[in-house]
């Protein structure tokens, strides 16, 4: 996983729960004293286990968990990738992009990083489909930052989102729209 995200966890931790809540968990995950650098590639296992050991200590669901931590996610994302978002686009925009944009230059500048394949279909003006592909299998993550991207454009009241799991592992159907 890229450390970006791996850093924005402990920030999120820390900033929602507090340092010792942070430090309890990194113990717990056999992860104490990890410095992290947002530039490089972390073991996914090591992210698993400081999610897995947030949901216990906080005694979160883990979807829902994992939904707020990516709607925390975007307004970092959002500056990291400004370059590559229109100043014109909308919350539908920027999804409908995502892949050959953001996810693009993620891939290409660090090969090693492996964000969700996003096939993303435009059913119209107000609708699209996102064909959410992840060995990692949490897509509630990718929710909460179409949550999250929706809320910084204002138009999260009008968000409808439903997420259907596919016959195949990790394989997920988004269907977005917003409404009138």
């Known amino acids: 996983m ?13 900033k929602e729960h507090g340092f010792a809540v942070w430090n309890n968990i990194s113990r717990k995950a056999n992860a104490e004293g990890l410095s992290i650098d947002a530039t490089q590639v972390y073991p ?3 992210v698993f286990s400081l999610v897995g050991e947030a949901i216990k200590e906080l005694d979160a669901e883990p ?10 996610l975007v307004p970092n994302l959002l500056k990291v ?3 590559y978002i229109d100043p014109a686009w909308r919350t539908m925009d920027v999804l409908e992009h ?3 944009t953001m996810h693009h230059a993620v891939r290409t500048n660090n090969p090693e990083v492996t964000p969700p394949i996003l096939e993303i279909t435009r059913k119209g003006p107000k609708s699209l489909q996102i064909i959410y592909r992840s060995k990692r299998n ?4 990718g929710v909460g930052v179409i949550k999250g991207i929706a ?3 204002g138009e999260l009241p009008k968000l ?5 799991q596919t016959a195949e592992d990790g394989v997920y159907l988004i269907d977005v729209s917003m409404l009138s």
């Open 160 to 164: 409808h989102l439903h997420l259907t």
């Open 44 to 46: 996914d296992s090591i």
């Open 2 to 14: 890229h450390g970006f995200i791996l850093l924005e966890f402990e920030k999120y931790i820390i």
């Open 81 to 83: 990738y400004k370059a």
């Open 138 to 141: 949490i897509p509630q993550l």
């Open 151 to 153: 809320n910084h454009y």
């Open 98 to 100: 995502t892949e050959r």
């Open 63 to 72: 979807g829902t968990f994992l939904e707020r931590f990516g709607y925390a």
